[in-house]
């Protein structure tokens, strides 16, 4: 079909399309942009100037007395404010109420019969006649205008973080059973209501079904209070990793069972016919011919479930704890922020560090994902 025949709706479906994807790319873009500023300029400009100067206000302190030098019978104070990060001072001030009061290049006097003078590049001077007395420097304020900069300081910040290390290979330790438990378990309760009659089946479908608008908030307390009191009677601990895979198992099983189930009931039943007539059980049918089919269905799964339990930080703090030992990666990269949560330059190089490990699982499986998703939601039986 060409350009010229294409209807009405088919071009609203590709705008709609393509008003998703920059919806979706543009903040990931900003995002990584934002990480990779300089800290300052991040904190005063978007990432939308990132290639355009910004100007910035500042306040500097001048060396103390102790550091002048006679010259030609006066005293001089010299320093640069801009202090080798490049850039352009547009004006200066001396005083918190008029930081703006003189362009660079002109002369300031002081209270005290100093003389201040700023320079486009940063460099001052403090000039007297007499001997400048006192312990602390005179206080500069000035704007200046700012080039682009780009820096992997951000990152280096975040990696070199005390216990990034070990917060890793514990998001891991959570993912990866947690991702895998519950497809195992998913997939044989998936082939029985797909493929095996038995009393009750229409009710297990529509109980499955109802579980998947439990949200998880409502039922995490019920469900911690069950595993401790289990727990207490054989004498397992409260935080373990056995007890965090357990419930990302149980919030994952219900969107599991339903996905495979039916992917699995669209299967062919003369492929099932023809292998029970060879004498096949169904455990047999299940591992040699349903599970090498629905791989689709599977990574599909995989796929929501590792990225579920990767970024997961709420249902961690509750099952595993929130010490040295046992906190996952977005945990820590939390604790990295502060209390007060400023530090961006921080959160958008965090970002970026945790969604790797995902974007690896997202692009080894992607393919199988739009097709394993629509066939186990148009097809059922």
Same mark, same amino acid.
């Given at each position: ?82 202090q080798g990060q490049g850039g ?104 029985? /209501?797909?493929?095996?009659? =038995?009393? #009750?089946?229409a009710i297990l479908i529509a &109980?499955?079904? $109802?579980? +998947? @608008?439990?949200? *998880? ?90 990225l579920w339990t990767w970024n997961?930080? /709420?249902?961690?703090?509750? =099952?595993? #704890? ?5 906190? &996952?990666?977005? $945990?820590? +990269? @939390?604790?990295? *922020? ?44």
């Open positions: 079909m060409n350009a010229s025949k294409r209807s009405p709706l088919t071009w609203a479906v590709h705008l709609a399309v393509l008003l998703l994807v920059l919806l979706w790319t543009l903040p990931t873009a900003g995002l990584l942009i934002s990480s990779l500023r300089d800290k300052d300029q991040l904190a005063v400009s978007g990432w939308w100037t990132a290639l355009s100067t910004s100007s910035r206000n500042d306040v500097a302190r001048a060396p103390s007395p102790e550091n002048q030098v006679e010259r030609d019978g006066t005293f001089v104070i010299t320093g640069n404010l801009l352009e001072v547009t004006a200066f001030g001396f005083s918190s109420r008029e930081p703006t009061a003189f362009d660079p290049g002109e002369t300031a006097e002081l209270n005290d019969g100093e003389r201040l003078t700023v320079q486009a590049d940063g460099s001052f001077e403090i000039v007297s006649d007499t001997r400048m007395e006192g312990s602390r420097g005179q206080r500069i304020f000035f704007t200046a205008s700012m080039p682009p900069r780009f820096t992997l300081e951000n990152y280096g910040e975040v990696l070199s973080a005390a216990g990034i290390g070990r917060s890793f290979i514990n998001s891991l330790t959570v993912a990866v059973p947690s991702t895998v438990i519950p497809i195992l378990i998913a997939a044989f309760a998936a082939y029985a /209501l797909a493929w095996m009659p =038995f009393p #009750g089946r &109980v499955v079904v $109802g579980l +998947l @608008v439990v949200p *998880l908030q409502m039922s995490l307390i019920p469900l911690l209070r069950l595993y401790n009191d289990v727990g207490a009677f054989l004498g397992v601990p409260a935080k373990t990793y056995m007890g965090i895979w357990l419930a990302h198992t149980g919030f994952g099983l219900p969107l599991a069972i339903y996905l495979l189930r039916n992917y699995m009931a669209g299967l062919p039943r003369e492929i099932m016919e023809s292998a029970r007539v060879d004498g096949a059980s169904d455990f047999d049918i299940f591992v040699k011919i349903i599970l090498p089919l629905s791989f689709p269905a599977l990574a599909s799964f995989a796929i929501f479930q590792f997961d930080l /709420l249902v961690a703090i509750v =099952f595993l #704890g929130a010490g040295n030992d046992q906190l &996952v990666l977005t $945990g820590r +990269l @939390v604790n990295l *922020l502060g209390s007060r949560g400023g530090n961006w330059e921080i959160l958008t190089a965090s970002a970026f560090i945790t969604i790797v490990v995902p974007l690896i699982v997202f692009f080894a499986l992607q393919r199988y994902l739009v097709r394993g998703l629509l066939a186990g939601s148009v097809k059922g039986g």
